[in-house]
């Protein structure tokens, strides 16, 4: 135990200055870590199904877009506050998942055909939100200001933003730690590395894959509530489309896919870089993004297994020369 603590004592001591970060940080520097914390949390969730279960989906911005759309909806047009929304939200994304993917785990899709089966799935919940009058259609929703409280989600400044979304990412490592030590983690473990031992040992694929996406799908239904609360906008085409479901996978692919600490290095390392390419060449349209592209495949190229993953490696080799 104390070895635990001194190894990890450089992340206790990050984790407990971030607390203090708003006191005398600016708006744009909180809201590039509101956005980091934020990217970091949805890359947690999505791990647990796409890390630790092996099943690559494309198509997470389905359960992010049916949390944000339930909660805003609850809160425009019944006057349900998000907080309830966001609940509301994540056990629908829950159940949309638990549909998905029993319908898609019963037929034995797995591989490249699971992931082309969740884009097809975003495809249709996008086409069918773009459609529909009822939830903003192409025109998407907006949410109407209120006098600032916790109680509506809206607020004056970007501090209580801050330490709610930080409070969710504390939250998703929570639940990852807890999945790794639990039954649960060693069953998903074993169906990624090898599904037909996995079936052979015992273990009903189809159960616990279902258990992971559907825990996987309500945590990020729980985002995209704060997400909407956060920018008081949201739209079909951004919050179902593929872009989102991209950003969600990028920062665990890049941290170390599997892995705790793997998607919340990722978004500490790809949001803080995005902000200030952006903010130094976003002068020339599009440079921001090439310069932020070739850094992000530069890092696939050296780094393929994960920053967390390369970093254990060196590590062990040193120790063991060390030694």
Not at 227 to 237: E, G, H, N, V
Not at 272 to 290: C, D, Q
Not at 297 to 319: Q, V
């Amino acid at each position: 135990m104390v070895d635990s603590i001194r190894n990890n004592l450089w992340l206790y001591t990050a984790g407990i200055a971030l607390l203090f970060l708003p006191l005398f940080a600016g708006d744009q520097v909180l809201h590039t870590m509101i956005m980091t914390f934020f990217y970091a949390y949805l890359g947690s969730c999505w791990n647990i199904s796409g890390g630790y279960a092996g099943l690559f989906s494309i198509g997470h911005s389905v359960f992010f877009g049916v949390g944000a759309y339930t909660s805003t909806l609850l809160f425009v047009r019944f006057g349900i506050s998000p907080w309830a929304g966001m609940l509301a939200g994540g056990f629908l994304a829950a159940l949309f998942g638990l549909g998905f993917g029993f319908l898609t785990f019963r037929f034995g899709l797995k591989g490249h055909f699971f992931a082309l089966a969740t884009i097809a799935f975003c495809k249709v919940m996008e086409i069918i939100a773009l459609n529909w009058q009822f939830v903003g259609g192409a025109g998407g929703l907006v949410i109407p200001p209120h006098d600032p409280s916790y109680v509506v989600f809206q607020f004056n400044h970007k501090a209580p933003f801050y330490y709610i979304v930080y409070g969710f990412m504390l939250l998703s490592i929570l639940i990852v730690f807890w999945v790794t030590r639990s039954k649960l983690g060693l069953y998903l473990t074993a169906i990624r590395e090898d599904e037909g031992a996995a079936q052979a040992l015992g273990v009903p694929l189809v159960k616990y894959k279902v258990y992971a996406i559907v825990i996987s799908a309500f945590f990020t239904g729980l985002g995209g509530t704060f997400f909407a609360q956060y920018l008081t906008y949201i739209d079909p085409t951004f919050t179902f489309g593929l872009g989102m479901s991209i950003e969600i996978i990028v920062r665990p692919i890049l941290g170390g896919v599997g892995t705790i600490m793997g998607p919340i290095v990722g978004a500490f390392i790809l949001d803080p870089l995005a902000e200030i390419s952006r903010n130094f060449l976003g002068g020339y349209t599009g440079v921001h993004m090439v310069f932020y592209g070739v850094l992000l495949l530069l890092c696939c190229l050296f780094m393929p297994n994960g920053i967390i993953n390369e970093i254990s490696f060196f590590t062990r080799i040193f120790r063991r020369h060390v030694q």
